[in-house]
């Protein structure tokens, strides 16, 4: 079957730097998305990679490791407005998106 | 980046009426869209992918019938939820896909929160 995982829940202070690692076993692969959720609001999109390597956009970056079924969001100088929760989500072969269950990050002051 | 509008954004509703939620793309065509419900604290769960002109495809375990879903344009789909009930109140989004050379991306609307009482 097809499942994507990444960790309930982390939690970091505010200024520091977080990862949140997301595995996939997919149906084919067009594409890794990362997603925020602030609760009670729909997903806002972050990034995307196809292409192994990191992608950086200002205080977010994000790696794709196709051949690990392996991807990280890396989060820097982590403000409290970052606390929400992080969706991964991959494009099967169907370009279809499957969710992980979504990591709940928890900045602290 | 493109934008996705849903109306509306709240409703309650007194069970057994029906609720229809509107999807639109603003400001691109979009010939997929996508219907998914929300439980707190839970991650997104699919519920029909919508193709326009044609018949949307639901995912194991979603009634076809009470879910109803039309895609009459490239811009608009929408969701009735009939004869709705207390185990029905969640939250509903919508997204839309462009399709470009290479890339695809689907673009979320804001999200309808159903209350069945």
């Known amino acids: 079957g097809q499942n994507i995982d990444q960790p309930t829940e982390m939690t970091a202070t505010e200024g520091a730097i977080v990862q949140i690692n997301c595995t996939y076993q997919?149906?084919?692969?067009?594409?890794l998305f990362w997603y925020q959720q602030h609760a009670g609001e729909a997903p806002t999109f972050l990034s995307y990679?196809?292409l192994d390597g990191l992608e950086e956009k200002g205080r977010f970056s994000s790696f794709l490791s196709r051949s690990k079924g392996y991807s990280y969001l890396l989060l820097k100088e982590l403000q409290m407005k970052d606390s929400a929760s992080y969706l991964c989500?991959?494009?099967?072969?169907?370009?279809?998106?499957?969710w992980g269950a979504g990591t709940k990050l928890i900045i602290k002051p | 980046g493109a934008v996705v509008s849903q109306h509306p954004s709240r409703v309650i509703c007194k069970s057994g009426t029906s609720v229809k939620i509107e999807c639109r793309s603003l400001?691109?065509?979009?010939?997929?869209m996508f219907w998914y419900r929300q439980f707190p604290k839970k991650s997104l769960m699919l519920m029909a992918t919508?193709?326009?002109?044609?018949?949307?495809?639901?995912e194991q375990g979603v009634e076809k019938d009470k879910f109803l879903i039309n895609h009459a344009s490239l811009t608009l789909s929408t969701l009735t939820v009939t004869s709705a009930h207390p185990e029905d109140s969640s939250f509903y989004i919508c997204?839309?896909?462009?399709?470009?050379?290479?890339?695809?991306?689907?673009?979320f609307g804001p999200g309808t929160r159903l209350t069945v009482l």
């Open positions: 997204s839309a896909r462009e399709q470009r050379e290479g890339y695809n991306e689907q673009f």
């Open positions: 400001d691109f065509q979009a010939t997929t």
């Open positions: 919508s193709n326009e002109g044609s018949k949307a495809t639901y």
């Open positions: 990679n196809v």
């Open positions: 997919t149906s084919g692969f067009n594409g």
């Open positions: 989500a991959v494009m099967d072969s169907n370009y279809q998106l499957i």
